[in-house]
């Protein structure tokens, strides 16, 4: 019986909020910049208040006209949906049901909490259907329901059609706002500034690689981004270590910032006074910076989502590093490792559009780029797009690929290359699908294990 209730239910719905969103709308043209901000027209629970609505929208799209009742019906009246909007006396008795729209964002986000819940609702009863299906496994099922759920979190409304007249509207404001603010990139800086020239820093809604083979330092570029983030822009970073124990990363890090030698540090001996000096000030910095550090190795795919939305939600990151792709496990272990490889890949790009931030994965390169012989005897040859491990759709996936090169360290005839050196080092800029390519002239100070502009140490 009460099943039976509940499918008799009526979705959460509010008439009236509807009707004084819209009166406020035709009372004042003002209004639409805030009603636009929480309301899409699928927020409407009538059919007759969706089509008034998206009556008005267009009004404002094509050219800005004000929306009052004459130039509300003549839209409706040209589109043929005059009689679904309730006729013209519908359309004129919304402006009697508020005197003004000074409550126009109280009126909308009643309207947006019912849709919201209707959301739910959709959500929870197709979840219930496909539990109920043994045939689909429990983790997909919860993967895609956290989701959909993230999704309402993040905007209040579930994915949707868009007119290109909306898009455009909005591309338009996007430049306008660049156009007078002063920043020098769009997107978040890597502290290489270089690079950034190249690249506008790392773009939201971006997959970004950064390759090379074993110990060249893709770790630790990526903690040199991920410190100069956080630490010194204070631009909330997740560093996720698959491969080193989160005490060891840390060790790296206070380092790099104090300038402290890495083994000096590890054995605790040799240190000075000094250097204590310097261990606290670096320590104080990276204990207020916000970075949040996961360390969980042999991460599946599913549990690597899942913590990319935490973080993105409870502590609001703007770039999310993860060291590195081929560590995290896949769901299916019983397909080809490089079906896997390439399962991964694409689940990344996905996820770093749906969360709207750059997501930064370091990768290892096959071997062929040591079988390759570059300009000095005995050296490595340039790694290309092709030299990504395992899987070409990692190539095709990525928004941006960046790969770490530099002589062998072993080479006798370089001397600035010797062990505990500072060694130049390549930052190629592979592919960029929003910009040029080249490469950028880096140093790795190896006393410290870090990474450096060049220009900068100079």
């Known amino acids: 019986m009460a099943e039976t209730g509940l ?3 009526i979705p959460p719905h509010n008439e009236d909020a509807e009707k004084a969103t819209l009166g406020a709308l035709l009372l004042d043209d003002d209004a639409i ?50 009689d679904a909007a309730g006729g013209p006396a519908y359309v004129a008795s919304l402006t ?12 909308a986000k009643i309207v947006q909490d019912c849709s919201t819940r209707r959301a739910l609702i959709r959500i929870a009863n197709e979840t219930n259907a496909k539990s109920y299906d043994e045939s689909q496994k429990s983790r997909i099922i919860l993967e895609e329901t956290q989701q959909r759920i993230f999704e309402l979190t993040e905007t209040g409304q579930t994915f949707a059609f868009k007119k290109v007249s909306e898009i455009i509207k909005q591309t338009i404001d996007k430049i306008e706002e660049l156009s007078k603010s002063n920043k020098k990139y769009t997107g978040v800086p890597s502290g290489f500034e270089a690079l950034d020239a190249l690249t506008l820093g790392f ?14 330092g893709k770790t630790a570029l990526a903690l040199a981004m991920a410190a100069h ?3 010194r822009k204070k631009i909330p970073a997740a560093f996720f270590t698959l491969e080193m124990p989160d005490q060891a990363l840390m060790l790296r890090l206070i380092a790099s910032e104090a300038n402290i030698e890495s083994n000096a540090l590890r054995t605790g001996s040799g240190l000075k006074i000094d250097d204590f000096h ?5 320590a104080g910095n990276i204990n207020d910076a916000p970075l949040y550090i996961l360390d969980m190795p042999n991460m599946k795919l599913l549990d690597l989502r899942a913590q990319a939305r935490r973080a993105r939600s409870q502590y609001k990151v703007e770039i999310i590093f993860i060291d590195y792709l081929t560590l995290i496990s896949a769901e299916n272990y019983m397909i080809p490792r490089h079906e896997q490889v390439a399962e991964i890949s694409r689940s990344l790009k996905s996820l770093a559009r749906e969360l709207n931030i750059p997501i930064v994965v370091l990768s290892q390169l096959s071997r062929e780029v040591d079988k390759r012989t570059g300009g000095r005897s005995g050296t490595a040859g340039k790694p290309v797009l092709a030299d990504l491990r395992e899987s070409g759709s990692i190539e095709q996936d990525a928004d941006l690929v960046l790969f770490l090169h530099r002589e062998r360290e072993t ?20 592919k960029n699908r929003n910009g040029p390519t080249g490469i950028v002239n880096i140093l790795f100070r190896s006393k410290f294990t870090k990474y450096v502009s060049l220009e900068k140490h100079q």
Request: aromatic letters at 6%; zero cysteines; proline letters at 7%.
């Open 278 to 282: 310097k261990l606290i000030e670096a």
């Open 411 to 430: 080479d006798k005839e370089n001397p600035e290359a010797a062990p505990g050196g500072d060694i130049p080092t390549d930052l190629i800029v592979a």
């Open 7 to 9: 499918k008799d239910k």
């Open 203 to 216: 773009q939201p809604a971006e997959f970004v690689i950064i390759g090379a083979r074993p110990s060249i």
């Open 96 to 107: 009697t049901v508020v005197p003004t729209a000074a409550n126009i964002e109280h009126y």
């Open 229 to 231: 983030v956080s630490i």
């Open 33 to 82: 910049n805030t009603a636009v901000q929480f309301l899409r027209p699928g927020d409407f629970y009538s059919n007759a208040n969706r089509r008034v609505y998206e009556a008005i929208l267009n009004l404002s799209n094509h050219g800005g006209k004000k929306a009052d009742i004459i130039t509300v019906v003549e839209e409706l009246k040209s589109s043929g949906e005059l």
